[in-house]
């Protein structure tokens, strides 16, 4: 039978997370993928997370996705960034097993019952009257729906560069979805090139790992979840580029694939190439490189931080050249890739394509880079396919939120899209530690949190609630026996207080005070959640202030405006507000161009809308009334 509900074309990160979203909702998917064997692959980095990225996952895990869960599974060394600073931009990395990864997630969504798993390539969509009806196999097999979600990667007319040598693939030894790049562009999406790559991988026991230093793995988690590690840590180390290789790259410049002319797609800044690095920061005595092995069974070392698309004798150079690699055997050199991705500010905000009804778009194709940005689409796009109505968060309640509002109003603006916390103007309120706190209800009214994980963090609540009440009941109105138990622990704290005296002294937590005062007993999560929210209570709460004036913005509609006939609106807005149709003023305030004035001028023209509907249903209703 080739009857479903929702198509899913790529079987990447964005692909498991929108089919296994979709079909755990009841919904019939068929997910299309050149084989079994490239599901959930890790084409670059083996690792899930990183700065903000760690947030997507964790907030992704809370909504009942599967990435965090999996991650921890298969875990080899799990690292947090940003330490030194505030927890708004704290953050978390899981390096994970190459293998493991993708089998485990494979074996899941595999025994999903309304799953069904073909392998081929999807070569063109099926439309009618711009309407989505199906994709046709490169075979000639047609496969319906009604819905179709596109999660290519970075497979759609791509190329695949060396120096001067360009083969086509989007990733080594596979594929090039050149058929489906045509399709899409033969309907009209507006299509962008853009550029990506991937270090070279050294064999394990030729490196020289005596001259590298050692870095520490430490206890940590990407999901809420209780999940066991199944495989032991593995060491990673680091090591730096040195003067002979800086000067190696410098005199080939020409010869890099990049620099020749060869890519006219453009990268990403906050993701160089080594030559970028040396060509923009000549300054620079040298780049950290991080030396990763892959997992347990597998004998490549992956480079992170050398990124390259130097011809191979040149990298070959390089490599040996760095301290403790001298005599690495190279496995597979580095490459990089070039491929079409599509324009996503042509997308509402369920990542539904404004011109095509049920093509839906997520991942890299939407312009975006990593496996987390490409998870969380995936998960906002098959449930909005799956629940046939956009599944849509707000800035102030998530990361994801984010993304996908910058995806779709100020589109990726020629380079690929990577998360950062200082995209996030609440970024305060949107925490990693806090993300179930945020989501989990959500997640659990769409019917993708399950018993055991619902009842778990509702103990959570519980203890956290009963806590904080503790804490307000005991400064408020400490009597004497409480205040000399106080005064042990710090005099400033004997005195009567309004409020949570946690927050002027945060080097005093929770477990330090139950130790000699009667507070409840809580476990080691919600004591983080208690101390956190009692040390930083006055900015959370300006913080959530901004935020609910953020949400109002959001909730004041654009829908059938006729900006023409505002007064006081200039024709280059006009001409903008036309061609992106902001779904509200929050999003319309984001939009390139678009100024403050322009703006106020539009909340004021929806005011004064609001005033007069107000007064003439008063009118109705007195008029009815009097009758």
Not at 590 to 600: D, M, S, W, Y
């Amino acid at each position: 039978m080739n009857e479903y509900d929702l198509i899913v074309v790529g079987a990447g990160h964005a692909g498991c997370e929108a089919a296994s979203a979709a079909a755990r909702m009841g919904r019939r998917v068929a997910l299309i993928t050149f084989s079994r064997d490239h599901i959930a692959r890790l084409s670059c980095n083996p690792a899930i997370g990183g700065l903000a990225k760690g947030c997507l996952v964790r907030e992704l895990d809370a909504l009942g996705g599967w990435m965090g869960q999996v991650a921890d599974a298969t875990t080899v060394q799990f690292r947090r960034l940003n330490t030194r600073k505030g927890l708004a931009v704290q953050s978390s990395r899981a390096q994970v097993d190459t293998d493991a990864y993708p089998k485990r997630m494979a074996e899941r969504l595999l025994a999903l019952e309304k799953l069904s798993l073909i392998e081929g390539e999807a070569s063109t969509l099926i439309l009618e009257d711009r309407v989505v009806q199906g994709v046709i196999l490169a075979n000639g097999e047609k496969v319906h729906a009604p819905k179709v979600l596109l999660t290519t990667g970075t497979f759609l007319g791509a190329l695949m560069h060396r120096g001067q040598s360009a083969t086509a693939g989007g990733r080594i030894g596979e594929h090039s979805a050149q058929d489906m790049a045509q399709a899409l562009a033969d309907a009209g999406l507006r299509l962008q090139r853009l550029k990506t790559g991937t270090p070279p991988r050294l064999k394990r026991d030729t490196v020289d790992w005596e001259k590298t230093e050692e870095q520490e793995t430490v206890k940590g988690c990407m999901s809420f979840t209780p999940t066991p590690r199944e495989l032991p840590p593995v060491i990673c180390t680091l090591t730096w580029t040195s003067p002979e290789a800086h000067r190696l790259i410098s005199e080939n410049l020409h010869k890099s694939a990049m620099f020749s002319g060869n890519i006219t797609g453009t990268g990403a800044r906050y993701c160089p190439s080594v030559e970028d690095k040396i060509h923009r920061f000549p300054h620079r005595e040298r780049h950290q490189l991080f030396l990763e092995p892959e997992g347990h069974q597998s004998d490549r070392v992956y480079i992170s931080g050398l990124s390259t698309s130097l011809p191979e004798e040149v990298q070959a150079q390089v490599i040996h050249s760095i301290p403790g690699l001298e005599r690495a055997e190279i496995l597979q050199y580095g490459y990089a890739v070039e491929y079409e991705a599509a324009d996503p500010r042509d997308l509402g905000p369920d990542l539904q394509h404004k011109g095509i009804k049920g093509l839906y778009l997520a991942g890299q194709v939407n312009g975006t880079s990593g496996y987390e940005e490409a998870a969380v689409q995936g998960f906002v796009a098959g449930v909005s396919a799956a629940q046939d109505a956009p599944f849509i968060l707000g800035r102030h309640q998530a990361y994801i939120g984010v993304l996908i509002d910058d995806l779709c109003t100020r589109g990726v603006g020629g380079e690929p899209y990577r998360m950062f916390s200082s995209r996030a103007e609440h970024r305060l309120l949107l925490r990693e530690d806090n993300a179930d706190r945020r989501l989990r209800a959500i997640g659990r009214d769409l019917g993708l949190v399950p018993d055991a994980d619902w009842e778990r963090f509702q103990a959570k609540l519980i203890q956290i609630d009963g806590a904080l009440k503790a804490l307000r009941e005991l400064y408020i109105k400490p009597d004497a026996p409480t205040r000399a138990k106080l005064a042990k622990i710090d005099t400033e704290l004997a005195r009567p207080t309004q409020g949570i005296d946690l927050m002027r002294r945060p080097e005093l937590s929770y477990a330090q005070l139950s130790s000699v005062l009667d507070l409840p007993q809580i476990d080691e999560e919600a004591t983080f959640q208690v101390d956190t929210d009692s040390k930083y209570a006055g900015y959370i709460e300006r913080e959530q202030a901004r935020a609910k004036r953020t949400e109002r913005l959001a909730q004041l509609p654009l829908d059938g405006l006729d900006y023409g006939s505002i007064h006081g609106l200039k024709t280059e807005v006009i001409q903008r507000l036309e061609r992106y149709k902001p779904a509200n003023l929050q999003s319309a305030s984001r939009l390139p161009g678009i100024t403050p004035a322009a703006i106020q001028v539009l909340a004021f023209h929806l005011g004064r809308q609001l005033h007069q509907k107000k007064a003439a249903n008063a009118a109705k209703a007195s008029s009815e009334h009097q009758t």
